[in-house]
Antibody, heavy 120, light 110 residues
Framework: QVTLRESGPALVKPTQTLTLTCTFSGFSLNTAAMCVTWIRQPPGKALEWLALIDWADDKYYSASLKTRLTISKDTSKNQVVLTMTNVDPADTATYYC????????????WGQGVRVTVSS | NFMLTQPHSVSESPGKTVTISCTRS????????VHWYQQRPGSSPTTVIYEDDQRPSGVPDRFSGSIDTSSNSASLTISGLKTEDEADYYCQCYDGSNWVFGGGTKLTVL
């Protein structure tokens, strides 16, 4: 059974660094073609892709946020971590992690999301 | 990079059929697969159609997907509408380095 669960602070102050952790089970990021990605959704708005890391430790970032994001994995803990620097109230959103597996490029399993508010 | 444009909202009555479009701004719609996600209020998205027209196991055959190169768009069609289909629907493509989502369509079943 594949599960993903996001964790992180509910409230972050502007200019701080946000660190989010995705803890997963039911698959391994050591398996070829396996990837974990981060997506966010501001309140009442659309989904926005942020970053992806694959089994080979290749990393991909949204062009608009690339300078502020870092994605990493710890396969021994089955975790993927996303850091976002210099946060702003516009970064207030629900942050999801999701899995991409195999040759298909859809996201087949999603976490329940973590709500993050950026406010002083 | 390209954009995917969806209607903001659609509504239809139970038992009817509704189609949600997703238009690609540049490049051919046939170049990359289109996937569709359903997001019910307060829940995470789930895949209802992947690779243009494939249905994951567990998704009713009332859901179907297609692409139309003449209009450079993809479509999600839901037939025999049920109140449980009321949700936001998002199309998505991967262009080799970016995952692009449409703006989402709110489906109201009234």
């Amino acid at each position: 059974q594949v599960t993903l669960r996001e964790s992180g602070p509910a409230l972050v102050k502007p200019t701080q660094t946000l660190t989010l952790t995705c803890t997963f089970s039911g698959f391994s990021l050591n398996t070829a073609a396996m990837c974990v990605t981060w997506i966010r959704q501001p309140p009442g708005k659309a989904l926005e892709w942020l970053a992806l890391i694959d089994w080979a430790d290749d990393k991909y970032y949204s062009a608009s946020l690339k300078t502020r994001l870092t994605i990493s994995k710890d396969t021994s803990k089955n975790q993927v971590v996303l850091t976002m620097t210099n946060v702003d109230p516009a970064d207030t959103a629900t942050y999801y992690c999701a899995r991409k597996s195999g040759a298909a490029d859809n996201l087949d399993y999603w976490g329940q999301g973590v709500r993050v508010t950026v406010s002083s | 990079n390209f954009m995917l444009t969806q209607p903001h909202s659609v509504s239809e009555s139970p038992g009817k059929t509704v189609t949600i479009s997703c238009t690609r701004s540049s490049g051919s719609i046939a170049t990359n697969f289109v996937h569709w996600y359903q997001q019910r209020p307060g829940s995470s998205p789930t895949t209802v159609i992947y690779e243009d027209d494939q249905r994951p196991s567990g998704v009713p055959d009332r859901f179907s997907g297609s692409i139309d190169t003449s209009s450079n768009s993809a479509s999600l069609t839901i037939s025999g509408l049920k109140t449980e289909d009321e949700a936001d629907y998002y199309c998505q493509c991967y262009d080799g380095s970016n995952w692009v989502f449409g703006g989402g369509t709110k489906l109201t079943v009234l």
